[in-house]
Antibody
Framework: QVQLVQSGAEVKKPGASVKVSCKAS????????INWVRQATGQGLEWMGW????????GYAQKFQGRVTMTRNTSISTAYMELSSLRSEDTAMYYC??????????WGQGTLVTVSS | SYELTQPPSVSVSPGQTASITCSGD??????ACWYQQKPGQSPVVVIY???KRPSGIPERFSGSNSGNTATLTISGTQAMDEADYYC?????????FGGGTKLTVL
């Protein structure tokens, strides 16, 4: 079955960077864009950007421009999202999700990133 | 920037019909998706391309999209349908989510 499995929880200090991985299985990794979405505790969904695993082309939400980098390693069907200059407001659950039929499906299990001094 | 507006909460009695709306400028010209998210879980698509239901999603879930409003309808609502629901559309190559609606079944 189509599945996205993300890396484990992270605790970072303000100003640091975090890199979250998302390993795809059950489909051809290079055929579908990967999107990243975050959700602070008790809050709604916030889209961060997308990446085409075939070309490496990316598109980022304006809010994260300059702070987020999305990359991939096609040999291991894995996408990455790196967020830099972390601040406390970046504490959230981070999800990867495949673009499919105009929606995001499926989603990874989420990676909790905690930013704390 | 494009915005999608949902009511923060909707309440429904078991067995009744719940309707959750999502409003945005000319939303009917775009495809709408609906996600269900239960506590501690990742979102799951319940409606895609306005009206289509993924395999495994019960028939009681249906969707429509016209004008400025997309609607998710749950017929014969069950206790297990209590969750947060988010609408989503694409605008200018960006994903836009509604603020989410908490559906309470009481």
């Amino acid at each position: 079955q189509v599945q996205l499995v993300q890396s484990g929880a992270e605790v970072k200090k303000p100003g640091a960077s975090v890199k979250v991985s998302c390993k795809a299985s059950g489909y051809t990794f290079t055929s579908y864009d990967i999107n990243w979405v975050r959700q602070a505790t008790g809050q709604g969904l916030e889209w961060m950007g997308w990446m085409n695993p075939n070309s490496g082309k990316t598109g980022y939400a304006q809010k994260f421009q300059g702070r987020v980098t999305m990359t991939r390693n096609t040999s291991i069907s894995t996408a990455y999202m790196e967020l830099s200059s972390l601040r406390s407001e970046d504490t959230a659950m981070y999800y990867c999700a495949r673009y499919y039929s105009s929606c995001l499906d499926p989603w990874g299990q989420g990676t909790l990133v905690t930013v704390s001094s | 920037s494009y915005e999608l507006t949902q009511p923060p909460s909707v309440s429904v009695s078991p067995g009744q019909t719940a309707s959750i709306t999502c409003s945005g400028d000319k939303l009917g010209d775009k495809y709408a998706c609906w996600y269900q998210q239960k506590p501690g879980q990742s979102p799951v698509v319940v409606i895609y391309q306005d009206t289509k239901r993924p395999s495994g999603i019960p028939e009681r879930f249906s969707g429509s999209n016209s004008g400025n409003t997309a609607t998710l309808t749950i017929s014969g609502t069950q206790a297990m349908d209590e969750a947060d629901y988010y609408c989503q559309a694409w605008d200018s190559s960006t994903v836009v989510f509604g603020g989410g609606t908490k559906l309470t079944v009481l």
